[in-house]
């Protein structure tokens, strides 16, 4: 089991910026597929961005483009910048981790991960 813990998210007005960081303990972080995920209230969980062990990376159609998901393994964090941000990317943002030996791999639903986050609040304003 890896602990992540997510950071950096706040209130922001429409069109600004914010870069959230998910800080990883416990494991091996080289060895975990990495996603970010959203969840407004009232709403499902929603797939934001995954990024693989080899770095590969891939978007929801709604952020791509604007979002921008990152690892540095050396420090054990995952990054999700995030610009032109709109009052409909409001939410609460958790990362996601899952062990797997395919270093090309990501994953899309959150019943593919195994570890989560206690989330970060993130408020567009327009």
């Known amino acids: 089991q890896v602990q992540l813990v997510e950071s950096g998210g706040g209130l922001v007005q429409a069109g600004g910026s914010l870069r959230l960081s998910c800080a990883a303990s416990g494991r091996t972080f080289s060895n975990y597929a990495m996603g970010w995920f959203r969840q407004a209230p009232g709403k499902e969980r929603e797939f934001v961005a995954a990024i693989s062990r080899s770095a590969t990376t891939t978007y929801a159609d709604s952020v791509k483009g604007r979002f921008t998901i990152s690892r540095d393994n050396a420090k054990n964090t995952m990054y999700l910048q995030m610009i032109t941000l709109k009052p409909g990317d409001t939410a609460v943002y958790l990362c996601?981790?899952?062990?797997?030996?395919?270093?090309?791999?990501?994953?899309?639903?959150?019943?593919?991960?195994?570890?989560w986050g206690q989330g970060t609040q993130v408020t567009v304003s327009s």
């Open positions: 996601a981790a899952r062990s797997t030996p395919y270093s090309g791999s990501y994953y899309y639903s959150p019943d593919d991960y195994d570890d």
